[in-house]
């Protein structure tokens, strides 16, 4: 409890000398960075800090150079925010020519002022001073409510697109990043390796016969085996790479500043390690087996995209199961 106190102490901390607004994106995003989860992340929120208090602007930045920017389905958020925005302007308006058709009354009367107007005429100007200040007070208090209404929804709605955001990146299942957002941090990462002249490995990896253990005991317990190994993956690989599940029981690991040799020897240390875990149902406690998976790993070339280094990873992937399974094959160029 301690250690999660300090950390998250530490979290709020750095979001009040930044300014930075304490959305689930950003908590994520420093979590990584105080945990030491990502070295990369580490070095480059430093280097900032160095220079000065890192603000909301920086921390963008940042992410962008080592996450990749990413486009998220917030559609419905988008046209709900839109049509909030439509309505303030609506309200602006609105009071604008409530106060131009205010101003055009007072004006009037004032023309009307002069010493032949009788009593009576001054106290009917006077009625309809009051009545039109009546009239624009009003106005201006039903347009605040309005606004302070739509203000409030602007704000719910900056709160679903926090979520949308996290929820579009991440996997439902584990919690681990999904494909898409692997996708991004490989693309940024290759510009990163390539304009640094540093390694980059990649890991393509499938649980072995997963589906004997749907088929045998059924969905709940081969979701029990996906959340066993992407807890496994995460703690693993916990400031070395850069874990996502790719779809169904294939997970992908980038390996930032690890050539194709040491992270295989990397994926060879997990294979073992997972190998001595045990699954049990969660409900009756009842031992099921053992998991095996097999590797396929492969390092950036010069002049790489992100689908070439994946596809000689997965193509790696495919001889690790044509072998024999629950083994690491490294890609190497044909003789």
């Known amino acids: 409890m301690a250690?999660?106190?300090?950390?998250?102490?530490?979290?709020?901390?750095?979001?009040?000398?930044?300014?930075?607004?304490p959305t689930p994106t950003n908590y994520e995003f420093l979590y990584?960075?105080?945990?030491?989860?990502?070295?990369?992340?580490?070095?480059?929120?430093?280097?900032?800090?160095?220079?000065?208090?890192?603000?909301?602007?920086?921390?963008?930045?940042?992410?962008?150079?080592?996450?990749?920017?990413?486009?998220?389905?917030?559609?419905?958020?988008?046209?709900?925010?839109?049509?909030?925005?439509?309505?303030m302007n609506d309200y602006i308006e609105r009071q604008d020519a409530g106060t131009r058709d205010y101003k055009q009354r007072l004006g009037a009367s004032r023309s009307d002022l002069d010493a032949s107007v009788t009593l009576d005429r001054q106290r009917t100007m006077l009625a309809e001073m009051i009545e039109a200040t009546g009239t624009m007070l009003a106005t201006t208090e039903q347009l605040q409510s309005e606004l302070a209404a739509s203000s409030r929804e602007i704000d719910i709605l900056k709160a679903d697109l926090e979520i949308a955001r996290v929820d579009a990146r991440s996997d439902a299942l584990t919690g681990l990043a999904n494909r898409k957002a692997c996708c991004d941090y490989l693309d940024a990462q290759i510009i990163r390796a390539e304009a640094d002249d540093q390694p980059l490995g990649l890991i393509f990896l499938d649980i072995d016969h997963f589906k004997k253990?749907?088929?045998?005991?059924?969905?709940?317990?081969?979701?029990e085996v996906l959340r066993l190994v992407s807890a496994s993956l995460e703690s693993f690989f916990h400031g070395r790479g850069f874990v996502s599940r790719w779809g169904g029981e294939e997970f992908v690991i980038v390996m930032p500043l690890h050539g194709a040799e040491e992270t295989a020897a990397f994926a060879e240390r997990f294979r073992q390690h997972i190998g001595t875990r045990t699954v049990r149902t969660r409900q009756s406690g009842q031992e099921i087996g053992r998991v095996t998976m097999s590797l396929g790993v492969a390092g950036l070339l010069p002049g790489d995209a992100a689908q070439q280094i994946i596809d000689r990873a997965d193509s790696a992937l495919y001889d690790a199961k044509a072998d024999g399974r629950d083994r690491v094959v490294c890609w190497r160029a044909a003789a």
């Open 3 to 21: 250690d999660t106190n300090n950390i998250f102490g530490r979290i709020q901390a750095l979001l009040a000398q930044g300014d930075i607004p």
């Open 32 to 87: 990584r960075y105080v945990t030491g989860a990502d070295p990369q992340l580490v070095a480059a929120f430093d280097t900032a800090q160095a220079t000065g208090v890192v603000g909301e602007r920086t921390l963008g930045t940042i992410r962008r150079e080592l996450y990749g920017t990413g486009r998220v389905g917030i559609g419905r958020v988008l046209d709900e925010t839109e049509t909030q925005l439509a309505r």
């Open 213 to 223: 253990f749907n088929d045998s005991y059924g969905h709940r317990v081969g979701d």
